[in-house]
């Protein structure tokens, strides 16, 4: 209960800096037994006179060699659990990076960013008390009533097994009020992990809240967890308080059992005024170290209630192959969808019973109405998510059989939320090829009619913000897209790529789209219809089937779903360039 061995195998590292921070703290005891014999030795002598100047000086050398030891013992301590608390904090943290990169996108994306932020960095926090404070004093408390014990017997030993029994009281009361300290804790989690998946929720969505003036209800059920939050704050609060005094009651009180005992004994003549004296000044050594630990275990048992959360990412299962191996021919892939089926859920089948081919050197487009299962196949061309039933073949090679380096080397997805990072332009670019030269990067900005556009504004070190924020919608794109060329990646998905960005944007990129299918497997997604026009083949979806498939020609020649949907929308078109020329 009191130690977690999972968590320390875990982290088996620090067990190394537990143990010399505990033999440093043993150390400073023996120091403090050192200066507590010195010191009741040279009042001794005084009470009977026989204390003269030199063997005054010689205990007062002695007495500050041995406080001198004591407090750099004390400091090497603190050392050692400084050591334990950052080699924990690593390890865990690494463990939490590998597994969420190991995790298959779609498992990622179902993990709440704000839970994945408050374990990564909260929870470990907490677990530093845990390794660099509570683990150490644990230990060391079990080992200090014991040396005193082994030592002051010798003086009187009635006194010594008093104060030893009453060790134990302090433990029996860390363990009552644990029982209660651990169903609070959690409580205590659970409300401040969704407390801060709502503050997470609202701020991103903070400018939909403020067009549809919907923050102040918002605000109202913020301050609602908020309220919440603070009450089981105070109960945590006022539970560590209660079992802080009763500790110390039992810490103070079990020392002046031991101190009055002494006293009476040495009333008997039971013992000499030397060992009272060294009684007095040990006895409550005897319990500062567990009352100490007390403190440390509410902290302790916070981290404790952190590792759970960390445990669960950890132990979430990772739906890996195995088995996968890399790509057998990457150099020129087709595409083949057998029988696929794919349901978020019984009653809604996004893709159903679809079969297809999709041909290297060819531009493929999907259309279809919305809904009709685009994105689905899109995620699961990608491996995102995992069909039902059917495969997917490239090359051959069932998806679920290549690992997920190889295929994401030769597939690769350029979507309309491209993301950008923080960071300068270079290492955005350098992500997708990370020893790619400075002319490799400014060809394919080139391609994508960035290059000016950059040199004009810091070259490949201009600041890039988050999200992209400070370029155009347009600029993202191209941006996004340059960054894929440089990956030279075999097979590219464009899901929707041209949406919403200005024309001379979607232009840029359906002519490099189109430069690009010379080479490689392109598949495009497109609600416009005109961007298929120019497609070796179309494949027209409906309710996750093929409805109609050929080329723009062969389609319009059809008069199905195709040709209404294209005239629609050329009506629409002119409709609103009528409309702007007027
Ligand atoms: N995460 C999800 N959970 C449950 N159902 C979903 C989910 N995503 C999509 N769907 C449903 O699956 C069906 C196919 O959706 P999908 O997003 O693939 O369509 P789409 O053709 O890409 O549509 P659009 O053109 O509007 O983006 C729809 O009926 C949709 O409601």
């Known amino acids: ?40 030795y040279s009042l001794q002598q005084a009470f009977y006179h026989t204390l003269n100047l030199s063997s005054a000086v010689f205990f007062l050398v002695i007495l500050l060699l041995s406080l001198a030891l004591r407090a750099f013992a004390g400091k090497k301590a603190v050392q050692a659990s400084y050591k334990a608390s950052t080699q924990v904090k690593h390890q865990l943290r690494t463990l939490i990076y590998q597994k969420i990169s190991s995790m298959p996108l779609n498992q990622v994306n179902q993990q709440s960013t704000s839970s994945i932020i408050q374990v990564a960095s909260e929870g470990v926090e907490q677990l530093e008390i ?64 969704g407390l801060g998946s709502s503050f997470l929720d609202n701020l991103q969505g903070l400018v939909t809240l403020k067009i549809y003036q919907d923050d102040a209800y918002k605000a109202k059920q913020m301050d609602i967890e908020a309220e919440n939050f603070r009450t089981i704050t105070m109960k945590v609060l006022t539970m560590q308080l209660n079992s802080v005094s009763l500790m110390d009651l039992l810490a103070y009180g079990g020392a002046a059992i031991g101190i009055i ?32 630990l007390g403190s440390f275990f509410h902290v302790a048992m916070n981290g404790k209630a ?172 191209r941006l996004a897209l340059a960054r894929a060329l440089l990956h030279n990646a075999q097979v590219y998905i464009f899901d929707e790529a041209t949406s919403n960005i200005d024309i001379e944007s979607e232009e840029i990129i359906l002519g490099f789209i189109q430069r690009l299918k010379i080479e490689k497997t392109i598949i495009m997604i497109s609600h416009r219809l005109a961007n298929a026009v120019s497609a070796d083949q179309i494949y027209v979806l409906d309710k996750g089937q093929v409805a109609e498939h050929g080329t723009h020609t062969q389609l319009m020649e059809q008069n199905g779903i195709y040709e209404n949907m294209f005239s629609q929308q050329k009506e629409l078109e002119n409709i609103r360039k009528g409309g702007s020329h007027a």
């Open 306 to 477: 952190a590792s759970e959360k960390i445990f669960t990412l950890l132990d979430a299962p990772v739906e890996e192959n195995k088995s996968a191996v890399d790509f057998l021919n990457e150099n020129e892939i087709a595409i083949r969808i057998e029988n696929l089926q794919f349901a978020y859920s019984s009653e809604k089948i996004a893709i159903s019973d679809l079969s297809l081919d999709i041909k290297p050197r060819n531009l493929t487009v999907f259309v279809g109405k919305s809904g009709c299962g685009k994105s689905t196949l899109v995620s699961l061309l990608m491996g995102f998510n995992q069909a039902q039933q059917g495969k997917i073949l490239f090359n051959k090679q069932e998806l679920t059989q290549i690992n997920r380096h190889s295929f994401y080397k030769t597939v690769s997805l350029v979507s309309h939320n491209s993301y950008i990072f923080k960071g300068t332009l270079r290492e955005n670019m350098l992500m997708a090829q990370v020893n790619a030269t400075d002319e490799q990067i400014y060809q394919v900005l080139e391609e994508v009619n960035l290059g000016n556009f950059v040199r004009q504004n810091g070259d490949l070190e201009m600041k890039l913000l988050s999200r992209g924020s400070n370029l155009s919608g347009g600029q993202i794109q």
């Open 261 to 292: 005992t002494a006293l009476l004994q040495f009333q008997n003549d039971g013992i000499t005024i030397f060992g009272v004296i060294l009684f007095i000044l040990l006895s409550s050594e005897f319990f500062i170290p567990l009352r100490l």
């Open 1 to 40: 209960m009191m130690i977690d061995k999972r968590l320390i195998n875990t982290v088996s590292n620090s067990k190394k800096w537990i143990a010399i921070n505990v033999l440093w703290n043993w150390i400073a005891l023996i120091g403090g037994i050192i200066s507590a014999v010195i010191f009741a």
């Open 130 to 193: 845990y390794f660099g404070r509570y683990l150490p004093q644990l230990f060391y408390s079990l080992l200090a009533p014991l040396t005193l014990f082994i030592f002051l017997v010798f003086f009187n030993a009635p006194t010594a097994i008093i104060l030893l029994i009453c060790v134990p009281l302090i433990p029996m009361s860390i363990i009552a009020v644990n029982k209660i300290a651990k169903r609070l804790l959690k409580k205590y989690w659970a409300i401040y992990v």
